[in-house]
Structure formats: C-alpha cells, structure tokens
C-alpha cells in the first residue's frame, strides 16, 4: 500500500441552516488518480476547495504537502499581465518550474498574449492560464474542478497529456469520466447525499 497522502474522515459541513456534507470519508495515497463525480450542486466544487485549504478538522496529513489547485474561480490578477501573474505566483510558491513557463506557454498557445492584461484574455485563455499558475508549484496532491471547460480541443488533449504525466495523485471533478476510466485510480461519487467511494479493481496510472 503506497502512503497516505490525506485522509477524511467524518467530514460534516455545512453553510448557514444547510448541511452539505454529513460523515464523508475517504482517504487518497500516493500516486493515484481519482474522478470525483455527481450532479451539479451535489457538492464536489465545496469538497475541493475545502481540502485545499486543509484546515477542517475532518482532515489528517501524515505529513505536509503540497496542493495546487483550478477551480471556477482561476486565482489570477485580472490587471496584470499573464507574465505579471506567472512571475508573482511562482515566487511566492518558491517555484522550481519557472523555467518550464516557456513550454507551457507554447502547448497552450498563450506566447503572443504573455504580456497581454489578463482581463483582455477569452475564458478559454483564462483557463488555461489558471492551468499553467497551478503547474508552478511543485505539487503532490493537483485538484482540479472542471478543468476542460472552455477549452479548445486542442488545448483539452494537452491538458490530457499533463494529466497522464503527472508525478503525484489527482483528484479530478468531471462529468466526462469515460475519457480517464483506463488511467483512475478509483472515483468518488456524489450521490442521494452520500460519497460512494469505489477504488477500480485496476489501474494504470
């Protein structure tokens, strides 16, 4: 058994007088690839965002990790330029990916606009912006909400790539898990209320 990356363990939330979450578990190790799955406002942008931050108490991490993370809200600085955004971000996040900008910048086709405002980018250059602002950190753990919508198909074969590349675990919301089902680790399904956690009997990632 690979090790524990974080483990949930009774996770009860709730937002005013609704309760979006009651006794959810599940544990992710190294190494893994898991589909997070259900309807629109079953509550898988909430858990993303809640075990990125990392403070419920519902959470335990054997040891520090890193996360990076896409969600419906990018984390980029509209007023700046992209170049603006990659530089600030990957210092404060002590990058070693810096040098890896111009790359990314070429596999999403985003080089022309790197000095271009953010707010004058479509919200398909903004995603994949977002995208490249979460590479810059070194992670073990990549959330991502979403992350194919607004994409080009070109620019949703690349991110397919990265994804297949990618050195740590992945806990990834889709409503398209067909696309991965040969890479997963196992998916956790939103459903009636409840998570449903069922780990495949393979997997090749």
């Not at 070693?96 to 707010?119: G, S, V």
């Not at 607004?150 to 990834?172: C, H, P, R, W, Y």
Request: hydrophobic share 35%; with cysteine.
């Amino acid at each position: 058994m690979s090790p524990t990356l974080v483990k949930c363990q009774n996770l009860d939330y709730q937002i005013g007088y609704k309760r979006i979450f009651k006794n959810l578990s599940f544990e992710i190790q190294e190494k893994e690839f898991w589909l997070l799955l259900g309807d629109n406002g079953s509550g898988k942008s909430t858990l993303l965002k809640l075990l990125y931050h990392g403070t419920h108490s519902a959470f335990y991490f054997p040891k520090k990790i890193q996360m990076s993370y896409v969600g419906h809200s990018l984390g980029l600085y509209s007023s700046l330029s992209l170049k603006e955004n990659l530089e600030y971000f990957g210092t404060i996040s002590h990058s070693k990916n810096i040098e890896k900008i111009p790359q990314w910048l070429e596999t999403f086709r985003l080089k022309k606009r790197y000095l271009d405002p953010i707010h004058t980018f479509s919200e398909g250059m903004k995603k994949k912006s977002a995208i490249i602002r979460s590479l810059l950190i070194d992670s073990e753990l990549w959330l991502l909400d979403e992350p194919f919508n607004g994409l080009d198909q070109a620019s949703v074969e690349e991110l397919k790539k990265l994804l297949i590349n990618f050195s740590g675990s992945i806990l990834l919301a889709t409503h398209n898990p067909e696309k991965f089902l040969s890479l997963a680790t196992g998916e956790m399904k939103f459903e009636n209320g409840n998570l449903l956690v069922r780990r495949y009997v393979e997997s090749s990632y």
